[in-house]
């Protein structure tokens, strides 16, 4: 009777999913019996039972969003969580002293790696994203010291922003129909800022920037965003189950990534390759002229990490790093100015105050605007796009290591509890609602909190922060000095909830812009 039962099952299984949930499901019944008994790694941190083959995958979104659930298994199991994606032992760390302590740990900062970007370079590890150690030391080192100064090559990066603000700004007229029709269409930011940040990084890489109807910027766009396309859940089986990878159908998992994925690498590829052509090694024209010659200037240095499969990997990680998280920020800015008109207010009261009508915001005007990069901090806390950071791992030679009396097995992933942190009602008063002067000190200058960390922390600090903060700070200070946002007549107030993914993005809302001046 039983065994009939498990038939039914499967076949009602089989008509309505395919054939990896089919997989599962039977795997799962055969061995749910014995759920209670699935051990955990010796003294391993408290955490949810762990159900066999899946982990605890399908606990982690229980609430709609992995970042909620992570939130209540802090309050339930404490500042440092174990659980299981898969066969995968996570570790989740939580609290203000357990996130700083973690961050600061040298053997917590290492990496497991990106699978997809594995595929694509042969199983190598390459870049910073899927390093450790010393390769990663030296890479990481020489893109963070380009990527915050103020001119990277020829070209200084408020140029650079400039040049993609004066398009952002000539879109906004484009699609809302300008003042010929009283700006009487919707604006839909989502497709606005598509491409922006992605823009900006190019020109920073290649010294140039595409034209926004270009069809080969179309193309670059499309590329970046298959990479994303390619870690979506499909592709996730042959993270979580590396060893179906050999079987049907998931053997074709590797082909389809790079089918995603090739694009954007012939594109860097063939930027690179027309750089070599033209470079002046006393005229360095942009990141990849100063990436060539640090190749040419340590090609005789043994154990340089310093080579062409690195600057490929370390171009396309510059795109996808940079892209996806400033797009997300940038719009939940817009949808945060449109739900809190207060805090729109008086940013463009600073901004007629101290920057006029008569040009762009620039980068010197920061230290004038205080109350402006008050709000860029509180969307970027209040956003916490990055909810649970880049995983790292156990750094170690060793089998484990201990973190606060608990044991974390070398191999395992460990996440940092930022969204939970930024939103912790013991830290900020109301933390759903945007307060930019809470980076305020008692004379309205303008201060960081050491309990925020939006770039991530410690050694692990995203290398092109300053670019990031830089590009969302002159390309919302120029919206809201030229343009009045608010809900179009008639219209429900946009969801706050993001839409499901590893980078927390508001959902498509339109905007009703009006100039004002």
Not at 373 to 397: D, F, G, K, N, Y
Not at 457 to 484: D, H, M, W
Request: proline share 7%.
């Amino acid at each position: 009777m039983a065994f009939a039962k498990h038939r039914i099952i499967a076949s009602v299984a089989g008509i309505l999913a395919p054939d990896w949930i089919v997989l599962i499901i039977l795997v799962v019944i055969v061995v749910l019996p014995f759920w209670g008994i699935i051990p955990k790694p010796k003294n391993f941190p408290p955490g949810p039972p762990k159900w066999p083959i899946i982990g605890n995958m399908f606990q982690m979104k229980t609430d709609g969003y992995t970042h909620r659930k992570m939130s209540k298994w802090h309050k339930k199991y404490g500042e440092v969580v174990g659980f299981f994606v898969g066969e995968h032992p996570v570790v989740l760390i939580s609290g203000v002293s357990a996130i700083k302590e973690g961050l600061g740990r040298e053997d917590l900062s290492g990496r497991l790696g990106n699978k997809v970007l594995q595929i694509m370079n042969n199983g190598k590890r390459l870049g910073i994203v899927n390093t450790e150690g010393d390769v990663w030391k030296e890479q990481r080192t020489f893109v963070h010291h380009h990527l915050r100064q103020p001119n990277i090559g020829k070209c200084s990066q408020e140029t650079i922003i400039h040049n993609e603000v004066k398009a952002i700004l000539d879109d906004i007229e484009k699609m809302s129909g300008g003042s010929a029709t009283g700006y009487y269409q919707p604006v839909y930011f989502h497709d606005i800022f598509e491409g922006s940040m992605i823009n900006i990084l190019w020109n920073v890489l290649s010294g140039g920037r595409y034209e926004r109807d270009d069809p080969a910027f179309k193309l670059l766009i499309n590329s970046v965003n298959n990479f994303f396309r390619a870690n979506e859940r499909t592709h996730r089986l042959i993270v979580l189950f590396p060893g179906l990878a050999q079987w049907h159908p998931f053997a074709a998992v590797k082909y389809e990534i790079r089918s995603l994925c090739e694009t954007l690498f012939s594109l860097v590829e063939a930027m690179i390759y027309k750089h070599k052509k033209t470079i002046k090694h006393d005229d360095l024209r942009d990141f990849t002229d100063i990436y060539l010659k640090e190749i040419m200037e340590k090609q005789r240095s043994p154990g340089t990490s310093f080579n062409d499969q690195q600057m490929t990997e370390i171009c396309a990680e510059v795109l996808i790093g940079g892209a996806d998280t400033t797009f997300a920020t940038l719009t939940y800015a817009i949808l945060f100015m449109v739900l809190f008109p207060d805090v729109q207010r008086k940013v463009q009261e600073e901004l007629d105050s101290k920057v006029g009508k008569e040009r762009l915001p620039s980068l010197k005007d920061k230290e004038r605007l205080p109350y402006t990069e008050a709000t860029v901090q509180e969307v970027l806390r209040l956003s916490s796009i990055a909810a649970l950071c880049v995983p790292h791992a156990p750094l170690t030679t060793e089998q484990a290591v201990n973190f606060r009396g608990y044991t974390i097995p070398k191999g395992t992933r460990v996440h940092f509890n930022f969204y939970d942190l930024h939103h912790d009602p013991r830290l900020w008063d109301e933390p759903d609602v945007l307060r930019p002067e809470r980076h305020l000190d008692e004379n309205g200058r303008f201060f960081h909190h050491t309990i925020m960390f939006p770039f991530s922390g410690g050694v692990r600090t995203c290398p092109g922060q300053e670019l990031a903060r830089n590009s969302i700070f002159l390309i919302l200070a120029s919206i809201l000095k030229r343009y009045t946002l608010r809900i179009p007549f008639g219209k429900p107030m946009p969801p706050v909830d993001p839409k499901p993914s590893v980078v927390l993005c508001p959902k498509r809302f339109e905007v009703k812009v009006q100039s004002r001046f």
